[in-house]
């Protein structure tokens, strides 16, 4: 990422899993990371084994902090930390409001900071890790499956209208990764994302590539590109396809 070198970037939610590899990854390609997570513990491991700076807390709330730590200036925003939340319709309001918040909301306090003086400058980088559930769903995950989608829309209406300003913005779409996510989906993870996972620096690989190639959709699992345009060609046979996924967990003793 020859893009990157040198520039002030902030990775949030990046104690472990494809938050802690991008931060590392832009580390090695010479850029000055910031590694936000909720934990400081792990804020600061992450940091201290890469040569970046930890900035612990919420990262809804960090953008005036990481911009200090960086002198002055963020020039990459890497809105990572997200929260699996499995559930259906029946989920708690507390539940589908923590998933919304932090899946959405925190991208959107995020842009609001940033988004002054990267209009002023002409120049910014958003990084939105959304998932493929936000291009297509995730069975027995209501709540993650609609604030994920809601995560896509906040980044692609980012860049529909202010790409002619020099903002550029990515949505980073994979399957399974290996991560403590993967886990925590349970056994609708181990049916539908388990089979096809791939490591979180394979997640850092495709970003770099997206962010050479000036290109909005990262996708790490090339095959959810077919997905999607079966999603928006057939939808009938799609939501059908979908809905033996569904039978086959319920079946598996979901």
């Known amino acids: 990422m020859s893009t990157v070198q040198g520039a002030g970037v902030v990775v949030t939610g990046a104690g472990g899993g494809i938050g802690a590899a991008l931060a590392r990854r832009f580390t090695a390609e010479g850029a000055r990371v910031v590694v936000n997570d909720l934990d400081p513990g792990r804020t600061k491991a992450v940091a201290e084994e890469i040569g970046a700076i930890a900035v612990a807390g919420d990262a809804s709330a960090i953008v005036d902090e990481a911009r200090e730590a960086l002198g002055g200036t963020v020039d990459v925003w890497c809105a990572n930390a997200g929260l699996a939340s499995p559930g259906d319709a029946f989920a708690d309001e507390e539940v589908w409001a923590a998933a919304w918040d932090v899946n959405v909301m925190a991208h959107v306090r995020a842009a609001r900071a940033l988004l002054p003086d990267w209009l002023e400058r002409g120049s910014g980088r958003f990084v939105s890790t959304v998932s493929a559930a936000g291009l297509l769903t995730m069975v027995g995950a209501a709540p993650y499956s609609v604030s994920k989608h809601g995560a896509y829309a906040f980044a692609e209406w980012l860049s529909l209208t202010y790409r002619h300003r020099g903002v550029k913005v990515h949505a980073i779409c994979p399957q399974g990764v290996r991560t403590d996510m ?13 089979p096809t996972a791939i ?27 077919d997905y999607y345009r079966a999603r928006a060609t057939d939808p009938e046979r799609w939501l059908g396809n979908m809905n033996h996924l569904q039978r086959k967990w319920e079946g598996a003793g979901a």
């Open 199 to 225: 490591e979180p620096e394979d997640v850092a690989d495709s970003l770099s590539d997206a962010i050479e190639s000036d290109r909005f959709l990262v996708l790490p699992h090339p095959e959810v590109a």
């Open 182 to 194: 993967l886990t925590a989906a349970g056994s609708a993870g181990e049916l539908v994302l388990a």
